[in-house]
């Protein structure tokens, strides 16, 4: 049954308050899922931010602990060296000590009774290694009537090895506080053998040093691998041409072998031996010496476009 009447107060006080509880429920739901959107988002921005920091705090740390490593890795870098220059400064001066103990024994030859069998050595070799007739030999004032005996014994031993003579002039110009020996000449001054007993001491020191560092410290640790002086391997090489300039031109003495005086020096029996024995063995090792020099020709001695030339 319908109503037509005008609604009492009550009824409309009533459906009032229905609207207003309506649109109070409505905007509590809409400001509670304002609030709900609102924190949602501030977890995700809170959420970046906290990220970006954690972020930025860990590339930094990791920058100074870096920084920390590198440091660290150049101060134990710098006092390792530190270490082993201190260490290398104390063999070096070491071995300094025993040079300067060898210098003064050396210095102490020059005036022992074995000091003239020395110097008919030092004699006998100059004069085998130059093979001319003509020497002129350098040596100390006060060892000018020494030298001149000396001379004259080595000058028969040569005959006796070599079969030849040899004029030799005698320039007492080296200074008296010297340790001794005698500097040997020929073509006017061209060639040169240096037999003083400093010369013949500081060959031994570079020949003995590695044996000497060896039997003093020990072997090296660090070092793996070591290198051949290129001097011993143009010494090598020089060796084999002379060995087929012998051959081609069928050389019966070593007097047109003018840079002999860079061969290893030796003792004259040992020289003279050497020198039959190669007579007799020269066709033999020819081919083989040959193939080394060609060898050494083609990969480390001579440059690439040294080669094409030659070819």
Known sequence: MSRTGALSENEIQTEMNKMVAFISQEAREKAREIQVKADEEFSIEKAKIVRQESLAIDAQYEKKRKQAEVGWKIAQSTALNNSRLQVLRSRNDHLETIFEAARQKVKDLSSGESYKTAMEALILEILLMLLSPSVTLVHRPKDTDLVKSAASTAQTKYKELSGRESKIEFEASLPDDSAGGVIGSSMAGRIKVDNTLDARLKILEEKMLPEL????????????????????????????VILRTWTMHQLSSLASVPFLCFLPRMTASTYMASRLKLKADV????????????CWHTSCVFSPGYSRRRR
């Open 283 to 294: 066709k033999h090792q020819l081919s083989m010496d040959w193939k080394v020099f060609d």
């Open 213 to 240: 560092r060896y039997d003093l410290f020990g072997a090296n640790e660090n070092r793996k691998f070591y290198t051949v002086s290129p001097f011993k391997i143009v010494q090598a090489m020089l060796m084999i």
